[in-house]
């Protein structure tokens, strides 16, 4: 059966279910799921990790860190089929301890047959890491942005969460109450106030992931790459429509109830929440950049040689331009990384960087 019939027959038999549930259903069922049927996801969308030059920057990235905390440990979480860590490998010197944690089943199998030859990697599953500590580097690209997660609006009594329904042989939205009281908490702990009518994503699962990340640290960071935005840009007028996005064939659109099981559907991580929620892990902030800044901070002046090389950096720079790198440490003094020697120094910016911090503190002075 098709995803399509998986969940209208669940929602036939319990009623409506959570947008949440409905996402989860489609991208990871063990057999209908996008992430579980799915052979090329370059025929959908282009990732970053498809770039040597992007490799480049990354494992400079992980050598700096784990020299400033005396690390010999990454975890990967969503490493699908491993071509970034493959890449990121060969750079990397062999005393390194890669640990992958992937979902999906086909994935982890892909993965394994292509990092055979690297003898630090071994494959656990979420549940085999509880208690573990680590001296290194909790890692993911573009994890967060995949996580299944709530939807909610703001009406004219509260806070509404989306159900799915299947009526007239479609799914079809409709609003109840919160499932849970989480949903409300997450906005008071972000000191968000949705304008009524707005429509919003809740990644409860981000919040579980960062909190999580931020226990395996002993000494060290937590690496995020991924698409999305701090709150004061995420709940504008721009986005009164929420986040979600499908990508199918190398197009996008907004609607998640059509090629169910065959799309991917994802939605803006909110990088606030990440921070916010981290430091109850404790984890510290030690920056924010973009993809421009992070690639020119972490390649030297030979990186971009050729053509090749010149297309793929304006590709990642330009056209993966919403996608940012958050840096959080643990258990060391405030570092100054190199993949953060040059980040953007203008309005929100500032207060996630080293310049912007230190013109602010100057000026209260």
């Known amino acids: 059966?098709?995803?399509?019939?998986?969940?209208?027959?669940?929602?036939?038999?319990?009623?409506?279910?959570?947008?949440?549930?409905?996402?989860?259903?489609?991208?990871?069922?063990?057999?209908?799921?996008?992430y579980s049927?799915?052979?090329?996801f370059e025929e959908d969308y282009i990732t970053s990790s498809r770039f040597d030059i992007f490799a480049n920057g990354v494992s400079v990235a992980f050598s700096d860190m784990l020299e400033k905390c005396n690390g010999d440990t990454i975890i990967e979480f969503g490493a699908g089929d491993g071509r970034l860590a493959e890449k990121v490998l060969k750079r990397l010197s062999d005393?390194?301890?890669?640990?992958?944690?992937?979902?999906?089943?086909?994935?982890?199998?892909?993965?394994?047959?292509?990092?055979?030859?690297?003898?630090?990697?071994?494959?656990?599953?979420?549940?085999?890491?509880?208690?573990?500590k680590i001296n290194g580097i909790v890692f993911t690209n573009e994890f967060f942005d995949a996580l299944p997660v709530n939807v909610v609006v703001r009406g004219k009594n509260g806070l509404e969460e989306v159900y799915v329904d299947?009526?007239?042989?479609?799914?079809?939205?409709?609003?109840?109450?919160?499932?849970?009281?989480?949903?409300?908490?997450?906005?008071?702990?972000?000191?968000?106030?949705?304008?009524?009518?707005?429509?919003?994503?809740?990644?409860l699962d981000a919040v579980k992931y960062i909190q999580l990340f931020g226990d395996l640290i002993e000494k060290g960071f937590v690496f995020t790459i991924d698409y999305g935005f701090p709150s004061e840009e995420l709940y504008t007028p721009e986005r009164m429509d929420g986040t979600i996005v499908c990508y199918y064939n190398n197009a996008y659109d907004f609607d998640p109830f059509v090629k169910v099981g065959e799309q991917d559907i994802t939605s803006h991580v909110n990088f606030s929440a990440l921070v916010e929620y981290g430091t109850l892990a404790g984890l510290d902030l030690t920056g924010l950049t973009n993809h421009l800044y992070f690639l020119?901070?972490?390649?030297?002046?030979?990186?971009?040689?050729?053509?090749?090389?010149?297309?793929?950096?304006?590709?990642?720079?330009?056209?993966?331009?919403?996608?940012k790198v958050l840096i959080q440490h643990k258990g060391i003094k405030r570092p100054h990384l190199r993949c953060l020697q040059m980040t953007p120094s203008f309005g929100y910016w500032n207060r996630y960087n080293y310049q912007g911090q230190l013109e602010m503190e100057f000026l209260e002075e």
């Not at 049927?37 to 090329?40: A, F, L, M, R, S």
């Open 95 to 132: 005393d390194i301890n890669y640990i992958i944690v992937e979902r999906s089943e086909k994935m982890r199998n892909r993965a394994r047959a292509r990092l055979k030859n690297f003898r630090g990697v071994s494959f656990v599953d979420e549940a085999d890491l509880l208690g573990s």
């Open 37 to 40: 049927k799915k052979e090329v």
């Open 1 to 34: 059966m098709n995803a399509k019939g998986i969940i209208s027959g669940i929602i036939k038999n319990k009623g409506p279910i959570t947008f949440k549930e409905f996402m989860d259903s489609a991208l990871y069922h063990p057999e209908a799921g996008y």
């Open 296 to 323: 020119m901070s972490t390649l030297n002046e030979h990186a971009v040689e050729d053509f090749e090389s010149a297309e793929d950096f304006k590709f990642i720079a330009f056209r993966m331009g919403t996608y």
């Open 166 to 203: 299947w009526m007239g042989g479609k799914f079809v939205e409709v609003l109840k109450e919160p499932s849970t009281p989480d949903l409300e908490e997450y906005f008071k702990k972000l000191d968000v106030e949705l304008e009524p009518g707005c429509r919003a994503e809740v990644n």
